[in-house]
C-alpha cells in the first residue's frame, strides 16, 4: 500500500437526490459541521439533482448560497441512483470522493473515520449496516437473501450488507468511471474495481424525512439487475435444466417403449401427456425469458446512449474550475 500525500489533498461529498426538499435543510448542516473539522483536506461538496419534482432544486441553491463549497448538478429528468451517482463522480477532478445518502440515512458524522481508513492507503472504504431502524423486517430479510445469492452467483465480490455509503481514492475513482455500462449495479462496479477494501461497520439510522423511492417492485428489478449484470449462472441453469429434462424424458421414453413390447399398449395416457407437455412449455418459458433479459440488456448496451444528461451545472462559489 503506498499512500502519496499529494492525493490526500482533498475530498468530495457526493450526493444524489431525488424529492429530498425535506431532508437537505437538516442533512447540510451535519456535512459542514464535519468538513469544517477536518484536518488537512479541503472538503467540498457536490449535490446531484435527480430530476426532483419537488422544491430539491431550490432549496440546494440555497444551500450553495450560503456555503462556497458546494457544487450543484441538476440531471435533465429522473435517471436513478445509480446514473446520478456517475454523473457526480464524473464531476470529481481531483482527491477522493465519498458517497452519501441524501436522508440522513448515512450518517456524516462517520466521515471522518473513512478519511482516516483512506489515509492509511486504502482505496474502497465502505459503510457496512449492522443495525437498520426504520426499515420493515420484510426489507431487511429480502435483502439479507439477496446478498447470499448474489454471492453465490456473481464471481465479483461483492461484500453483504452494503451500500453505496463508501469513499474512493482517486485511483479507485478512476478505474470506476472506465466502466460505462447502461445497467449500472454500482455495489458490483466497486467490488469489480479491486484495490484495497476495508469495512467501516455503523448503524444505518432511519430517514429524516419523505419515504423511501425504492418500492418492493422496484428492489425487484434491482435484484435483477444486480444478478444480470454480474452473473451468467441463469444462462446457464437453462442449460442444466434441458439436458436435465431430456435424460428423464429419455429414461421415459425406454420404459414406454419396454412397456408397449413386453405388455402391449392400450392407448391411454392423457393425464400424463398433458403434465409433460404443460411442464416442458413452462420450462422453455422460463429458459426463453431469461435469453430475454439478456438479450435486452444487449440490446440497452448497444444503443451506446450517454448515461444521463446534465441540465444545469452550478460550481460552488469557492470553486474555480468547471468540474469540483
Ligand atoms: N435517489 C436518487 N434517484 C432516484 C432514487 C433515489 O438520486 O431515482 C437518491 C435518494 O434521494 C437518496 C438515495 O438515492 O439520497 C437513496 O434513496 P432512498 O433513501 O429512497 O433508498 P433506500 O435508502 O430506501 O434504499
Ligand atoms: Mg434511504
Same mark, same amino acid.
Given at each position: 500500500m503506498t499512500s502519496r500525500a499529494a492525493d490526500h489533498d482533498r475530498l468530495t461529498i457526493v450526493v444524489a437526490a431525488f424529492n429530498e426538499a425535506e431532508s437537505l435543510p437538516s442533512l447540510h448542516p451535519r456535512i459542514a459541521a464535519v468538513l469544517d473539522a477536518l484536518d488537512g483536506v479541503e472538503g467540498r461538496v457536490l449535490y446531484v439533482?435527480?430530476?426532483?419534482?419537488?422544491?430539491t432544486w431550490d432549496v440546494l441553491r440555497g444551500i450553495a448560497n450560503g456555503d462556497a463549497r458546494v457544487s450543484l448538478l441538476r440531471l435533465?429528468?429522473?435517471?436513478?441512483k445509480e446514473a446520478a451517482l456517475t454523473a457526480g463522480l464524473d464531476q470529481v477532478e481531483r482527491g477522493a470522493a465519498m458517497i452519501l445518502d441524501a436522508?440522513?440515512?448515512?450518517?456524516?458524522?462517520l466521515i471522518p473515520q473513512f478519511v482516516a481508513r483512506w489515509r492509511e492507503g486504502y482505496d474502497d472504504v465502505y459503510g457496512t449496516r449492522t443495525v437498520r431502524e426504520g426499515e420493515t423486517w420484510l426489507k431487511k430479510a429480502t435483502a439479507h437473501a439477496f446478498y447470499r445469492v448474489m454471492q453465490r452467483l456473481s464471481k465479483t465480490p461483492i461484500p453483504a450488507d452494503?451500500?453505496?455509503f463508501r469513499l474512493l481514492s482517486p485511483r479507485a475513482l478512476a478505474a470506476l468511471r472506465q466502466?460505462?455500462?447502461?445497467?449500472?449495479f454500482m455495489k458490483g462496479l466497486f467490488g469489480w474495481v479491486g484495490f484495497e477494501q476495508v469495512a467501516i461497520a455503523y448503524q444505518r439510522e432511519p430517514?429524516? !424525512? %419523505?419515504?423511501?423511492?425504492?418500492s418492493f417492485w422496484r428492489l425487484w428489478n434491482f435484484a435483477l439487475e444486480g444478478i444480470t449484470s454480474f452473473s451468467t449462472a441463469p444462462l446457464r441453469l437453462a442449460t442444466y435444466l434441458g439436458v436435465l429434462t431430456a435424460l428423464a424424458a429419455f429414461v421415459y421414453a425406454l420404459w414406454i417403449v419396454a412397456k408397449a413390447l413386453l405388455?402391449?399398449?392400450?392407448? !391411454? %395416457?392423457y393425464p400424463s401427456m398433458m403434465a409433460v407437455i404443460l411442464f416442458l412449455g413452462g420450462v422453455q418459458l422460463v429458459a426463453l425469458g431469461m435469453i430475454g433479459e439478456y438479450l435486452g440488456r444487449l440490446y440497452e448496451e448497444s444503443?451506446?446512449?450517454?448515461?444521463y444528461l446534465v441540465d444545469s451545472w452550478r460550481p460552488g462559489l469557492g470553486v474555480s474550475s468547471d468540474r469540483v
Open positions: 439533482d435527480d430530476g426532483s419534482r419537488d422544491g435533465s429528468r429522473n435517471f436513478g436522508d440522513g440515512q448515512d450518517p456524516p458524522e452494503t451500500g453505496d466502466l460505462r455500462e447502461r445497467h449500472r430517514r429524516l !424525512a %419523505g419515504t423511501s423511492k425504492f405388455w402391449g399398449d392400450a392407448v !391411454a %395416457g444503443k451506446q446512449r450517454p448515461l
